[in-house]
């Protein structure tokens, strides 16, 4: 075993295989004072997890404040910098290949990070033989700033192998900041005729730590000729209680011109009399302005 321990290293890759084939085809155990086999399993890719869009944190460049979710956002652009939120997990992508004829199993699996402090949680595996398989592992970072990730570690038969990335990737960790849970019978698409309303329900839940103190609602419907009004929300909303918000979503009655509500006929006829924009004139006074 120490000739193969000191000669393994400048065999080909085709080489080591066949040896750890036979090695584990004959429960030899890999120990400290064995081989080590940095290549098995075969790393393929290490992928940092956005939060997704209605969780990942976002800086409002015109007010310098974070907010959590806005609709109208587009997706994220490829190559962004990960932005993750401190005392919530994150997660990493790892697709790792078992090239033998033997399954391999995995211990104390987990990522490597520096730059801050953060709790990596490990995990373990059975790969089967000629198998790929994706394998996500978890980050809590414990304080805001930036968190550079290295690469992952992991063992092997009680031997530690490590998979670094050609350049390490940063992330950059918000500070605390309260989760907000939205539920309600809001449609996807609504469509309302001029004048006509409909009545709206949601429910809006503190699922974090920290008391909600401040909520904005930003009403986008002013820009199509449409009302929206909504009722108080109590705050502050504490960790682990809810509000329930009535919504109110009406489309304006818009006036253009003279309307002839007694005959299709053209005001710009002859025929359009006096008594016409009488009847035109009150029907306008009896509507009130919403």
């Known amino acids: 075993m120490c000739l193969l321990q000191n000669f393994y290293s400048h065999l080909d890759h085709d080489d080591q295989l066949r040896i750890l084939n036979l090695i584990f085809k004959n429960n030899t155990r890999l120990g ?159 469509s309302l005729y001029e004048g006509e309303e409909t009545k709206l329900s949601c429910r809006i839940a503190n699922n974090s730590n920290f008391p909600i103190e401040h909520l904005d609602v930003i009403d986008n419907c002013s820009r199509t000729g449409s009302v929206f009004q909504y009722s108080e929300i109590p705050l502050p909303l504490l960790p682990g209680a809810f509000a329930d918000i009535r919504l109110i979503l009406a489309q304006r009655l818009v006036m253009r011109g003279e309307l002839n509500v007694l005959s299709p006929v053209d005001p710009k006829e002859p025929n359009v009399g006096p008594s016409m924009k009488t009847h035109q004139s009150l029907m306008k006074a009896m509507m009130p302005p919403l």
Not at 63 to 80: A, L, R, V, Y
């Open 32 to 190: 400290q004072d064995m081989i080590e086999a940095p290549n098995i399993p075969a790393c393929k890719k290490i992928v940092i997890k956005s939060l997704g869009k209605s969780l990942e944190p976002r800086l409002n460049k015109q007010t310098n404040s974070i907010f959590i979710f806005n609709p109208n956002d587009g997706k994220s652009k490829e190559g962004e910098q990960i932005s993750w939120v401190c005392d919530e997990f994150g997660e990493v992508l790892v697709k790792l290949e078992n090239p033998l004829l033997h399954s391999l199993q995995l211990f104390d699996i987990r990522c490597i990070v520096e730059g801050g402090i953060a709790e990596c949680y490990p995990g373990t595996i059975t790969i089967y033989p000629k198998q790929t398989v994706d394998i996500v592992l978890t980050i809590k970072p414990r304080q805001p700033g930036l968190l550079k990730l290295i690469g992952i570690k992991l063992q092997l038969c009680g031997v530690p192998s490590h998979f670094k990335l050609a350049s390490a990737e940063t992330i950059s960790v918000s500070k605390c900041m309260p989760l907000l849970v939205l539920k309600s019978d809001i449609p996807a698409t609504l």
